[in-house]
């Protein structure tokens, strides 16, 4: 079995965590080659393409998309196509919740729209907001904001420079991610394999290591289980069962879960945190679905 591992011209140095699961693959006799996704490659002589560190693709978009398009044509993409042409837009959430799946309580804020963030703030009662890109990572563009005149002020500057070009979503800021952080279930072909907790610096909302935020060991909740294998089972039903998928969760501090994201395109998968076993079951899966799918 040969496959390729997408990944990124400029990926850090640091960037280790999927070494061990690369081991793995060795052990199982099968050969694989890490390259960037925007390389000359000729894709159609693997396997298999599994996308897993092309984390430059979102300042990208178009580019990489059609990139998506061409390669699953020659080779067996993973995700598939369809799921990551639907998972790269976070209006999949509006899905979700349309599903009865529990996401943060959120507004729409689509591209060319007019909105009034005053009279939505006052509409939800929400004391504080915050505004993320339907397109993006790494908090690109996030904005947490206070419901008084200068953050009002901010927010509404924010709306009116993002709105002519893009889709945002307006929800409550859940404080609680400054102490506790944003969880994490990282599931294999649906099975549940392994939790992280991401807790940002102090003072930061930003969960993500580029900014500093550590990650611990964790235990996925019977609610953040339920509220998981829903999406995942969502996933399922519309396209396919995904290969590889990490579900993320905010928390209220009054203890409500909510599902903030369903990461299907090239999450971190957190292998220190699943130790060996979840490098087994990622490999494992991956060569039963090679096996399954693959035409005779």
């Known amino acids: ?9 400029d990926l850090p140095d640091w960037e280790k965590d999927d070494t061990p699961f690369f081991q793995e693959l060795a ?5 694989y080659e890490i390259l ?4 000359d490659t000729d894709w159609s002589r693997f396997d298999a393409c599994l996308l897993r560190t092309t984390w430059d693709y979102q300042e990208r978009i178009e580019e990489f998309m059609a990139w998506i398009k061409q390669v699953s044509t020659q080779t067996m993409l993973l995700n598939t196509e369809s799921i990551i042409v639907w998972n790269s837009h976070k209006k999949y959430l509006k899905e979700l919740q349309e599903a009865g799946i529990t996401i943060a309580p959120s507004e729409w804020l689509l591209q060319g729209g007019s909105y009034d963030v005053k009279h939505l703030m006052e509409l939800h009662g929400w004391n504080q907001g915050f505004i993320k890109p339907l397109i993006g990572a790494n908090a690109r563009e996030c904005l947490p904001f206070d419901n008084d005149e200068e953050g009002l002020h901010k927010a509404q500057q924010h709306i009116d420079r993002l709105t002519p070009n893009e889709d945002l979503v307006l929800q409550p800021y859940l404080a609680n991610v400054e102490s506790f952080g944003e969880t994490s279930g990282i599931f294999f072909a649906g099975q549940y394999s392994h939790g992280t907790r991401k807790v940002p610096v102090e003072g930061d909302f930003r969960v993500q290591d580029d900014y500093g935020a550590s990650d611990y060991v964790y235990q996925l909740s019977a609610d953040e289980l339920r509220l998981a294998k829903e999406a995942i089972t969502y996933v399922a039903d519309k396209f396919e069962m995904p290969l590889y998928a990490r579900v993320d969760f905010l928390h209220h501090k009054n203890g409500d879960v909510f599902v903030n994201e369903v990461e299907l395109i090239e ?9 060996q076993e979840s490098c087994q079951l990622f490999a494992q899966a991956l060569v039963n679905h090679i096996n399954t799918n693959t035409h005779v």
């Open 27 to 31: 052990s199982l006799d099968v050969n």
């Open 36 to 39: 960037p996704w925007d390389s």
């Open 267 to 275: 999450p971190s998968l957190f292998f220190r945190h699943g130790g």
């Open 1 to 9: 079995m040969n496959i390729a591992i997408a990944s990124c011209k």
